[in-house]
């Protein structure tokens, strides 16, 4: 049996939506969805029975928070998932090349608590690229249709969510062969600025990485949300995050062979479905 988590995500719902129907898997979340199990890492008491007959576990990394928020829900689901006798975790981390991110860190700590497990309980990590749709929130245009995110001349290998959520069905619904791995999960086509601008009519026109911070922080962003997201620009624009930081991507041989979603097209899609949602939301309020 196998058990995915946080399928009320982004991530997870795409994953669910690949494994609807199947009578070996159970979906878990702590938004209390019908048909689910509850799963709250934050309140560990739920996690015995939703790990009851588990064999695999698709952690779906829960990595919205400080650090040791992070580490607290990731440790909490490993020590029930090794209690429970779940034999193959499989889980969902950030790519080799984004060691230079300020949320790296709770990421690797993972890694290393999943070696940690001992003979009993497998594993397998997907370092995943950063989201193609991502970037509609660091990179999109302005009222005067300009991309003013601070990217520089970097830029940046990422992949369609929906990629990463094949991969990683295709893994969790058949793990022996991949116990012990390490997969890296970065795009084949890195996307900079100019790219961004130029494919949707834009001008790229970057601002400072301090210029960002402020705009960030008067946004009403959470505070630990400043140092993410002003991290992503400076890795971007200092040519970190551009796929040339991992030996090699394995997206392609875990997607079955077949050529990766255009990242470009994925952005492109997902900055006219942000527009048109907030088109309907302000009709909504005027109406």
């Known amino acids: 049996m196998l058990l995915v988590t946080g399928v009320s995500g982004a991530l997870g719902s795409l994953v669910a939506e690949r494994l609807a129907g199947r009578d070996d898997v159970v979906l878990g979340t702590r ?6 199990r509850l799963v709250d890492f ?3 008491s739920t996690l015995p029975d939703a790990f009851a007959g588990i064999d695999t576990l698709l952690l779906i990394s829960a990595g919205y928070g400080e650090d040791d928020v992070v580490v607290a829900r990731h440790e909490a689901a490993i020590s029930a998932a090794e209690r429970a006798g779940v034999g193959h975790i499989v889980y969902t981390s950030l790519s080799g090349d984004g060691d230079h991110l300020t949320y790296a860190l709770a990421h690797r700590w993972t890694e290393r ?8 309980t497998n594993w397998t990590i997907l370092r995943n690229g950063l989201y193609a749709e991502l970037l509609t929130w660091i990179a999109s245009p302005d009222a005067d249709h300009r991309i003013t995110g601070p990217l520089g001349d970097g830029t ?7 990629d990463l ?6 893994v969790a619904t058949d793990p022996a062969p991949h ?4 997969y890296e999960l970065v795009g084949e086509r890195p996307l900079g600025g100019a790219d961004l601008a130029a494919a949707l009519g834009a001008t790229y026109a970057p601002t400072t990485l301090a210029e ?13 949300q400043v140092p993410m997201l002003a991290s992503t620009y400076s890795a971007i624009a200092h040519g970190f995050l551009d796929g040339s930081g991992v030996a090699k991507s394995d997206l392609r ?3 079955g062979g077949r050529e990766p979603r255009d990242p470009l097209e994925v952005f492109v899609a997902a900055v006219r479905e942000s527009a048109g949602e907030s088109v309907r939301e302000q009709s909504v309020r005027e109406g």
């Not at 938004?31 to 689910?36: E, N």
């Not at 116990?179 to 390490?182: F, K, N, Q």
Request: hydrophobic letters at 50%; proline letters at 4%.
């Open 253 to 255: 041989e875990l997607l």
């Open 212 to 224: 960002a911070r402020t705009a960030i922080a008067a946004s009403g962003a959470q505070a630990f």
């Open 165 to 170: 959520a094949d991969v990683a069905v295709s």
């Open 113 to 120: 608590r999943l070696k940690r497990s001992g003979s009993s």
């Open 31 to 36: 938004a209390g969805l019908p048909g689910t």
């Open 156 to 162: 940046i290998a990422v992949v369609a969510r929906a």
């Open 179 to 182: 116990a012990g791995r390490v």
């Open 42 to 44: 934050d309140d560990p």
